[in-house]
């Protein structure tokens, strides 16, 4: 059984450490395609700290860490984009 996991807001460290991760790389793939800027609010514990390092690994050519999830055969892994975080 996989563990939660509670505190943890690197994307990384979730799949490498085989925490439980549902995958919204599909809503992540669409949100990048389809606009240019976007303000993100939500409340507290909605997983905006988790969103923005996923994003990152996807830019930054991270294809390891998606392997099994919906953008791994999406995404273009050769080319990748600079990352100011």
Known sequence: MRKY???IQDFGEIRNGRYLYIDKTRLIYTLIESGKYYFLSRPRRFGKSLLLPTIKEIFNGNKELFKGLWIE?????????????
């Open 5 to 7: 996991p509670i505190g």
């Open 73 to 85: 055969e999406q995404w273009n892994w050769e080319q990748t984009h600079p990352v100011i975080h």
